[in-house]
């Protein structure tokens, strides 16, 4: 069965330089959930998008934004990273929002920053 | 914002013994919980949720059981393998959100062979 994609698997970026994160979500799954986890920490709650629409927002830094395409696919852009910023992304996606719709991982970017 | 922290409990078991990993909750609006098994450099894998208005449900080799009065979740898994090393995540959710998880401070199980 098809899963979440995310592209770039492993990223390495300087301080103060802009990423680009992508996220594919399953078929027919029209909600996309991106969260950050630093190591050895629980995921966190970034930003999600139903219907391409901004469903609902975390602690997402205004130096991060994000869009859900008309394909369903969306990006998360990074702008001044900071070496805080070290973690990794992950995507999910589901059918729908709402309870019982569960959420799908993808495998993740390895965000560094150097 | 939830707890985090760089040292993960972890729990060590043996090939074969039943695990039981536990999770606190702190918000009472929450009506639906998942757990989530994590294998080192890979997203986190749905093993089971349950709803509030139950008190256990069962799948296969696994069990949650959820107190509402206390605000407490666990997951057993029974005949543990070396396969169930991972950690693991509970999350909660409101109804009224979108969807959005909040996830507990994952637990590390070891299982020896």
């Known amino acids: ?114 | 914002g939830e707890s985090v922290g760089l040292h993960l409990p972890t729990l060590s078991v043996q090939e074969g013994d039943n695990s039981i990993i536990n999770c606190a909750y702190s918000n009472s609006a929450s009506d639906y919980f998942i757990w989530y098994k994590q294998e080192s450099g890979k997203g986190p894998q749905f093993i089971i949720d349950i709803r509030s208005n139950m008190d256990k449900r069962q799948g296969q080799r696994v069990t949650v059981l959820l107190n509402k009065t206390v605000k407490h979740l666990s997951l057993q898994i029974a005949a543990t393998q070396p396969g169930d090393s991972a950690v693991y995540f509970c999350a909660e959710n409101t109804h009224t959100g979108f969807q959005k998880l909040v996830f507990g401070t994952g637990t590390r199980l070891l299982v020896s062979p």
């Open chain 1, 1 to 114: 069965a098809a899963g979440v994609i995310q592209s770039p698997r492993h990223l390495i970026k300087e301080k103060r330089e802009t990423a680009t994160l992508k996220c594919y979500p399953i078929p027919r799954h029209d909600t996309v959930y991106w969260y950050q986890q630093g190591p050895g920490q629980d995921p966190q709650f970034l930003i999600s998008f139903y219907e391409k629409m901004q469903s609902d927002k975390g602690s997402i830094p205004d130096r991060f934004s994000a869009q859900q395409f008309s394909d369903y696919h969306s990006e998360l852009n990074m702008s001044s990273l900071e070496l805080g910023d070290s973690a990794l992304y992950f995507c999910a996606s589901s059918l729908r929002p709402g309870e019982g719709h569960e959420q799908y991982f993808g495998p993740g970017t390895r965000l560094t920053v150097t």
